[in-house]
T-cell receptor, first 114, second 113 residues
């Protein structure tokens, strides 16, 4: 089946630094990828929709200058958290539309900002 | 936009019993309804899905029903096992251009051995 690889699985960074998270579709081309954020014991909240070759669409309340999304190829989307602060600590999950019109999720990235 | 409500938030059952989780959605144009199982520290895993042109779908111990008129869908797990313990999320995809999934709030299922 469709596989989405997400890296790193966890990262600890200092406040004020930037962190990049990668999401790759391994055996299919993903024209659309989605980025979600999940706080402890809460649901997945959509941050943005990433379309290959175009600008991402951000959900209301999500700072596009803070959460930079790049989808330069059909198999790779990246999320960069710029100038991270402790309140950005969360579980970030990517998802891609697969060939079967379903959605395949990555394994998530636990970001801790200290 | 789409709004998905999920109940109950927690569910504890004895091994071998059945578990039912219910969700309602607001967008009558929604056309795809997946269910995901999420274990601690991992991404969601699809366990079953249903599309708007089908009323029921079954895969071994897991079944999903959809009532489009009432705008609700349910997950049924029979003969529960301890390894079924996890957080389950329902989701819906709106039918008007927005292609992302909207998730319910999740149900923590605990199967007591």
């Amino acid at each position: 089946g469709a596989v989405v690889s997400q890296h790193p699985s966890w990262v600890i960074c200092k406040s004020g630094t930037s962190v990049k998270i990668e999401c790759r579709s391994l055996d299919f081309q993903a024209t659309t990828m989605f980025w979600y954020r999940q706080f402890p014991k809460q649901s997945l909240m959509l941050m943005a929709t990433s379309n290959e070759g175009s600008k991402a669409t951000y959900e209301q309340g999500v700072e596009k200058d803070k959460f930079l999304i790049n989808h330069a190829s059909l198999t790779l989307s990246t999320l960069t958290v710029t100038s991270a602060h402790p309140e950005d600590s969360s579980f970030y999950i990517c998802s891609a539309r697969d060939q079967g019109d379903g959605y395949t999720f990555g394994s998530g990235t636990r970001l801790t900002v200290v | 936009g789409e709004n998905v409500e999920q109940h109950p938030s927690t569910l504890s059952v004895q091994e071998g019993d059945s578990a039912v989780i219910k969700c309602t959605y607001s967008d009558s144009a929604s056309n795809y309804f997946p269910w995901y199982k999420q274990e601690l520290g991992k991404g969601p895993q699809l366990i079953i899905d249903i599309r708007s042109n089908v009323g029921e779908k079954k895969d071994q111990r897991i079944a999903v029903t959809l009532n489009k008129t009432a705008k609700h869908f349910s997950l049924h797990i029979t003969e529960t096992q301890p390894e079924d313990s996890a957080v389950y999320f329902c989701a819906a995809r709106g039918g008007t251009g927005r292609r992302a999934l909207t998730f319910g709030s999740g149900t923590r299922l605990q199967v007591q051995p």
